[in-house]
């Protein structure tokens, strides 16, 4: 890439390094506090100078932040669909050979999979029994981030979580349940929700 200057190089650098640190492709503003500059402004003409050779995909109405070329799911493949995963009591989630079609915007430039949920637990988070919801896949997580854990090796359930040094608590969204806690190496991370769908038919 020698027609790149230092700038866009740095920039281009960065972005390959840090993917896995942004829920979401990064927009022009988290991108200019994350590389410590002040001038978005400057930051667009090189993000632009990106585009133009090809590096980063162009950004519009339907694009959210900035992503590399290359690194999202071809939209016209769909999205792995791995079957049904509980907003309730852990059941087990079964992998299915199917896939779904998913607007670009609604996943990340990472690996990403479709649930569809069964269970009331998560509705005051708005998520529902019946909706299709996107997880990028990740076996880490921040606190307070929604999550697919799998319990014990077997069950599959969606939770907000909680981290502590001697357990992991899965905080349901719905008044009626209480949060469940294990021991750390009873709950393995397995992606973080980043986008949801709906049918109303």
């Known amino acids: ?5 230092r700038r866009q ?3 281009y650098d960065y972005l390959q390094a840090n993917l896995d640190k942004f829920s979401h492709p990064p927009t022009l503003d988290e991108l200019c506090t994350a590389l410590g500059l002040s001038s978005k402004g400057s930051l667009h003409k090189q993000i632009q100078a990106l ?5 980063i995909e162009p950004m519009n109405n339907r694009r959210r932040g900035i992503r590399l070329t290359g690194q999202g799911q071809d939209e016209t493949e769909g999205l792995p669909f791995l079957g049904y995963i509980a907003a309730g009591r852990p ?3 079964v992998e299915q050979h199917e896939t779904v ?6 996943h990340t430039q990472r690996p990403c999979y479709v649930l569809q949920v069964k269970g ?6 708005g998520i529902l029994d019946g909706d299709q919801i996107i ?3 990740r076996d880490h997580a921040r606190n307070g981030e929604i999550v697919v854990a799998l319990v014990d090796g077997s069950d599959a359930t969606l939770k907000r979580i909680e981290q502590k040094p001697d357990c992991v608590i899965l905080h349901p969204a719905n008044a009626n349940m209480s949060p469940m806690t294990y021991e750390p190496n009873q709950v393995q991370i397995q992606g973080i929700l980043v986008g949801q769908m709906r049918r109303y038919h």
């Open 1 to 5: 890439m020698d027609h790149l200057t």
């Open 9 to 11: 190089q740095e920039i």
């Open 51 to 55: 585009i133009d050779a090809g590096l």
């Open 91 to 93: 059941i087990e989630a």
């Open 101 to 106: 079609q998913v607007p670009d915007f609604l």
């Open 120 to 125: 009331d637990s998560m509705i005051e988070e």
């Open 135 to 137: 997880i990028e896949q």
